[in-house]
């Protein structure tokens, strides 16, 4: 007990002093399974000498409580942790897995060394540190992927078997409400990247039993998470003969025309955006001319060395409302603006080829064509 309690006063000492450098909380339970916090979100760590309900049963510290700043708290006993750190925990490097599908998935939950590896658990603003699936990628893996419910190694979940006959395994691993884990052993909640387009504090997730679907749940919730490798082929990265390769669809789209997911800013800083700086190379060195492709208005982006890209007229999305699609698109760069912490500049387009380089609110939903270097 005693070097918990010396943890405690030399991490509280450490979080005040260098909060602005410390990301993230971990507590390791026995088991193998942690729990993690953005240090941004934590009030105080205390030790209690009440069980997680709240009644005094010792005279000796028996249950540590995490409080955040928004008033709710997580508890845990002391004689399920492990250990607490300030440092990411050990987490074995996933292979991704090639289902015939859009993305590759993870072969393990994020936090586990095995497929069948409960790992961690996240609540989504943690979880978003992490390549999510979108909603249309989980979908996706329902839709065109047999479920079958089985077990490895004596952990009950399900096998996912894709159109091109690989599989993945992926455990019922339940959720956690505070300390306090719920469904382990028969059913399956994980974290997309997609926000509820008609309520900002509800997330779009994966649940499963035999079959999955895809529903909401509160963004506090702490859920598993799966990675998927969402970032395309080197071949798909188009070089115009510009500082960065340009990548031929939006995120989230599996073809030129389709428009893809829409983020917000911050979640759209995920991605490899690019510069407003290089937002404005392609702008100012390329030419532009309204095209439509299979149906879909947008632009011919054509660059020094011939070579182009086609961008839809996504549109935008506000709240669950999706305006100008046809007609202009607008895209996230990583560049905030300088006079506003509220903005964020983004390249803007119409069905004429005309385009600009704007500032815009952070809150908006816009589409995301990412870059990679040369």
């Not at 077990?151 to 894709?162: A, W």
């Not at 392609?282 to 947008?298: A, F, P, Q």
Request: some cysteine; glycine content about 8%; proline content about 5%.
């Amino acid at each position: 007990m005693k070097r918990y309690i010396l943890f405690l006063l030399v991490a509280l000492s450490f979080v005040a002093s260098t909060a602005q450098m410390l990301e993230e909380f971990h507590i390791i339970r026995s088991d193998g399974s942690f729990s993690s916090f953005l240090c941004s979100e934590i009030k105080s760590i205390q030790f209690s000498k009440t069980d997680v309900s709240g009644v005094i049963v010792s005279e000796k510290y028996i249950t540590q409580i995490v409080e955040k700043s928004d008033g709710s708290s997580y508890k845990v006993p002391i004689s399920e942790m492990k250990e607490m750190s300030f440092d990411t925990p050990p987490i074995e490097q996933s292979t991704y897995i090639d289902l015939g599908l859009s993305v590759k998935w993870a072969s393990c939950n994020a936090g586990a060394s095995s497929p069948e590896g409960y790992g961690g658990y996240y609540n989504w603003k943690a979880a978003c540190k992490f390549s999510l699936p979108t909603q249309e990628q989980m979908e996706e893996l329902i839709i065109k992927c047999t479920w079958e419910s089985t077990s490895l190694n004596d952990v009950t979940g399900v096998k996912v078997t894709g159109p091109n006959g690989n599989s993945i395994f992926m455990p019922y691993s339940g959720f956690l409400i505070g300390s306090i884990p719920l469904g382990q052993g028969s059913n399956g909640y994980y974290w997309s990247s997609t926000l509820d387009p008609n309520n900002a504090v509800d997330a779009r997730i994966l649940a499963f039993d035999v079959g999955g679907y895809v529903f909401n749940v509160d963004v506090d919730e702490e859920l598993s998470v799966r990675p998927v490798s969402d970032t395309p082929p080197i071949e798909t990265y188009i070089d115009l003969g510009l500082s960065v390769k340009w990548a031929s669809c939006n995120e989230g789209a599996s073809s030129p025309e389709g428009y893809g997911e829409y983020y917000n800013w911050e979640a759209a800083c995920k991605f490899s955006l690019p510069t407003q700086a290089q937002m404005e190379e392609l702008d100012s060195k390329c030419t532009w001319e309204g095209t439509t492709l299979n149906g879909v208005k947008g632009v011919k982006v054509t660059g020094p060395n011939g070579n182009s890209i086609f961008m839809p007229c996504a549109g935008f999305r506000n709240g669950s409302t999706l305006y100008e699609q046809g007609k202009n698109g607008f895209y996230w760069s990583s560049t905030p603006s300088l006079n506003n912490d509220v903005f964020a500049y983004d390249l803007t387009f119409n069905d004429n080829g005309d385009s600009n380089v704007f500032d815009n609110y952070v809150i908006d939903e816009f589409s995301v064509r990412t870059v990679a270097e040369k």
